[in-house]
């Protein structure tokens, strides 16, 4: 039995695909619903997460409606909220509960439902296998399971808004005794989904890596691997070691809620100023520990993917080499690295001492150097390069000023006395939108314009793909921009009135602690720029869509003249990819090369001897 | 069209698929319960001196259930090298040792349960303390207006502790100890005859009685779980899946033991559960 011929090499089964027609005819429901196939998945995981996307964005709006105009009907949906969620939405009334409701389910979709399984999951399932040359992921059938854990939790967490009481109220950091002790089922829900939602993101992980490390074609050395896989590689290894902990944090909130356990609940604990009825003994800075062992890192799976995305869409649109391909490699590593030792950030204010705060706060201006090097590089990138300015690259050139306000507004968060100062703003708001929302929203709109003639055969339209651009641009930072004043004059995130409450009216009166009226009515003008950012959004809708049926279309596998793996496939590539046997011959970026016959040699063609 | 390196190893690595991913699903759970283990660290030592219980899970029948599980981690690797010898028969019979290890270990762990829900702390409104374990319930339980009545009398088999204990806040067991000490005798354990309408807290040693409590059954049971889930995958490639054998005895083999990594791992938290949660 160990004398079998050693069948596996790669070559001999890719090459097989032409014959293995079985697979071609597995059906509608084996195909498109409950496939295996990678890339089936990947756009499975794309579809749900530009929903999701849409939805949060919903969700802002409304609070955005409440926080300019505070206490006032919200129009058009209004009604239809009041009809579908009760009480929470008399008169059509943003209730703070309802405000409560929408901020931490708005945080939760994004990051959990949105932004990870477009970035990671969506890009990560279609491309990776794609571009190290392998005909599927490492395990397709868990690939499978981790789609559908993952819809089903996102379904749980739709499904709480309609529960009694609605969804979650706690804020997506849901801090005990906080969340614990609101009395409605709504954290419940919330955990339970979360739980679904980390299985998904747990079998997704083992599958990337062990795709990377296992299915690389012959050739595909670790250092011709695109950035883009690399920053999979380490996304994965993120997700696979800090989304646990949170997952035991979840275990023992749900002790706390369904069991009345006291894992987080102090002794001594007043609810609603009587004192509860708990065994307490618990700590509630343990949830902050590791919801924020995971939350930190989760701002890395967050960019990375996006970073990878740009620095593919970077090289092939200057024509020429990635800057420092190299440094971005060991960057990348760096920052997986030392992302699992910088939570505690988060918590200066908590009163966890002022030396756990001191040792936070180098390992966090630590991170800050590889995070410049990657960025650096992708800037020197651009120099000298004749340049494509297509809808892909604008996203992608835009990424990386947003990205940059994100990471040096970051700074004086990261240093423990000016966080003190700037902690719960709305200058946390903005930094961290820019890093996520123009920064990352950003490469992932570039990526969907620079891989859908890939997966549909068919180009996206510039014309419409530029207002898109120029329509996002402005208004993601007419947005945001603003925040950073308002968090420094001393605008606190969490209040359902925008601020009214708190407003300076007049001089005369004690100014210490309040707002100035320009500070707060900067919301109607924020809230504008978001409904037009909204609106902004309909060119790329209308834009995907059309582009799917009636787009341009690809004259050939390779619209950009591309270097990496999956632009030598079929197009769209079939069940099993390659219609030839895949050798690797280079590195990834082999643009311009001086005394080459065209301007870019794909991974796969051989060297002329 | 097949994926490679499904059943034999790749050559740079040294590994097939399905190794790979369980060793690197086994490092995602070292993570999962190394956060409940930092749990457990930071709200002992976070506990008000003298709080933190000591000594009220029965040493013996914890050492017991350890050997069964270390019994059984022998057994998992003595039926994947049967197989590696050719040997399917006697593959057959250890796994199945296994199999039945891994049911006594939770038939057992289900009797330590069992044995903390019946064990009641019963505070009376004059202040004593009667810690023991429920005899009987008498009277009571007709359901009124939707709820379950309380019953009229319990009865409860234990220890008395004085009044001024929970002041002070005391643990039971080194009061015991101390009361023991100062008698020169053992504390006498009678059954009690409790009115329902003397108490002011009936309350029995769930997760909600303390945080040990609530970590020791946190802990304790996701471990179970795992110990179910591993045997049930354990069983179901001894049994069922046993196909394979005939047609791929090279992926059987490697079935076993990528389920005999994950049983290893499920053994060797218990190792440190035992000592944390029993001894220390």
Redesign the interface.
């Known amino acids: ?2 004398h ?1 011929a ?1 069948a ?3 070559a001999a ?2 090459h ?2 032409h014959h ?1 027609g079985g ?1 071609h005819d597995a059906g509608f429901w084996r195909t498109y619903i409950f496939s295996t196939d990678h890339k089936v998945i990947g756009i499975q995981y794309g579809v749900t997460s530009l929903l999701f996307l849409f939805f949060g964005f919903a969700l802002m709006l409304a609070m955005r409606w409440q926080i300019a105009y505070p206490g006032k009907p919200m129009p058009v949906v209004g009604a239809l909220l009041e009809g579908v969620l009760g009480p929470i939405a008399a008169g059509g009334v943003m209730t703070p509960d309802l405000y409560n409701t929408f901020g931490a389910m708005h945080g939760t979709i994004m990051v959990f439902l949105g932004v990870v399984p477009l970035g990671f999951a969506a890009f990560g399932n279609y491309l990776v296998p794609l571009q190290i040359g ?3 992921m ?3 059938r ?1 690939n499978m399971a981790s789609f559908w854990s993952f819809l089903i939790g996102g379904m749980v967490m739709f499904v709480s808004f309609f529960i009694p009481g609605g969804a979650a109220q706690g804020g997506w950091t849901s801090y005990s005794p906080l969340a614990t002790s609101i009395p409605t089922d709504g954290q419940t829900w919330w955990i339970l989904a979360m739980v679904l939602i980390i299985t998904s993101s ?1 079998l997704g ?3 990337f ?2 795709t990377v ?3 690389r074609a012959p050739g595909m050395t670790w250092m011709r691997m695109p950035f883009f896989t690399w920053a999979q590689f380490v996304t994965a290894f993120i997700l ?6 949170l ?3 979840a ?2 909130q749900l ?1 706390d809620k369904v ?5 987080y609940l102090p ?1 001594g604990l007043l609810i609603g100023g009587q004192l509860a009825d ?6 509630p ?2 949830w902050q ?2 919801f924020w ?1 995971l939350a930190h890192p989760e701002v890395y799976v967050l960019i990375l993917p996006a970073i990878g995305m740009v620095g593919e869409i970077l090289a092939n649109n200057t024509r020429k080499p990635l800057f420092g391909y190299r440094s971005l490699v060991y960057s990348v590593l760096a920052v997986g690295f030392i992302s699992f030792i910088v939570w505690a950030h988060h918590m200066y204010l908590t009163g966890m001492g002022t030396r756990i705060s001191t040792f936070f706060q180098t390992t966090t201006l630590i991170i800050s150097i590889p995070s410049v090097i990657i960025l650096t590089c992708l800037f020197l990138s651009l120099w000298g390069g004749s340049i494509r300015f297509n809808s892909a690259m604008l996203f992608a050139l835009a990424f990386l000023p947003m990205f940059g306000i994100g990471g040096l507004t970051g700074l004086p968060l990261g240093f423990n006395f000016s966080d003190l100062l700037l902690h719960d703003s709305y200058y946390v708001i903005a930094h961290f939108h820019y890093v996520v929302a123009p920064g990352t929203i950003f490469a992932l709109f570039a990526g969907v314009y620079f891989w859908f003639p890939k997966m549909s055969g068919r180009k996206m339209n510039e014309w419409l793909g530029k207002i898109h651009f120029a329509g996002s641009f402005v208004f993601m930072n007419l947005v945001f921009f603003p925040m950073f004043a308002q968090g420094v004059a001393g605008m606190s995130r969490r209040m359902s009135d925008g601020g009214v409450s708190y407003m300076l009216n007049d001089m005369t009166a004690d100014v210490l602690g309040r707002l100035p009226k320009e500070v707060v009515e900067a919301n109607i003008g924020i809230s504008t720029a978001a409904f037009l950012l909204g609106v902004a959004q309909i060119p790329f809708i209308i834009n995907f869509f059309w582009s799917i049926f009636r787009g341009e279309k690809v004259t050939s596998n390779n619209p950009w003249d591309a270097t990496t793996l999956e632009w030598q496939t079929p197009t769209p590539p079939p ?2 990819n390659f219609d030839k046997p895949i050798k690797v011959y280079r590195g990834p970026y082999e643009y311009s090369v001086p005394g080459a016959a065209r301007d870019y040699l794909p991974q796969n063609e051989p060297n002329r001897s | ?8 190893p ?1 050559r740079d ?1 040294g ?1 097939y ?2 190794k ?2 369980i060793w ?2 086994l ?3 070292v ?6 283990f ?2 457990y660290i ?2 002992r030592v ?3 001196p003298g ?1 933190w219980p000591h000594g009220i899970l029965n040493v013996p029948v914890g050492t017991l259930n350890t050997m069964v599980l270390i019994c059984s981690s022998v057994t998992v690797v003595l039926a994947w090298a049967a197989l590696k010898a ?1 040997d399917f028969a006697k593959y057959r019979k250890i796994q199945l040792v296994t199999v039945l290890c891994a049911l006594a270990f939770v038939c057992i762990k289900s009797y330590e349960y069992y044995d903390k829900f019946t064990h009641y702390e019963v505070v009376m409104k004059d202040g004593r303390v009667i810690d023991g374990h429920l005899v009987r319930k008498e009277g009571g339980g007709q359901v009124v207006n939707g709820r379950k009545q309380p019953p009229e009398f319990i009865v409860l088999h234990g220890v008395e502790f004085p009044a001024e204990m929970k002041a002070a806040g005391m643990a039971k067991i080194p009061l015991l100890e101390a009361i023991e000490k100062k008698s020169g005798h053992h504390a006498e354990h009678k059954e009690f005859r409790v009115a329902w309408s003397d108490t002011t807290r009936v309350q029995n040693y ?6 040990y409590l ?2 020791y ?2 802990l304790t049971a ?1 471990h179970a779980l795992h110990v179910i889930g591993g045997a049930a995958v354990i069983f179901w490639i001894w049994g069922p899946g046993a196909a394979m054998w005939k047609t791929d ?2 992926r059987y083999t490697n079935r076993v033991e990528v389920s005999g990594l994950f049983w290893h791992f499920v053994d060797l938290v218990w190792i440190f559960l035992f000592p944390i949660l029993y001894l220390l």
């Open positions: 039995m160990s079998q050693p596996q090499s790669h089964h890719a097989d695909s293995g697979h392998a005909i599927d490492a395990f397709p868990i747990l992980s083992v599958n890596i062990a490390i296992q299915l696979l070691l800090a989304f646990p902990p997952e035991a944090a275990v023992m002790m069991f009345h356990a006291s894992f002794t708990i065994s307490g003994g618990g700590s800075l343990l520990h590791l062992f069940h099993g | 069209m097949d994926i490679p390196y499904t059943v034999l790749r690595t590994l698929n399905a790979l991913g690197l699903f490092a995602s759970e993570m999962l319960f190394g956060a409940l930092s749990a930071l709200l976070g506990s008000y709080v050719n769930g997760p909600w009685h303390n945080t609530a970590i059954f946190t996701l005895p090279e």
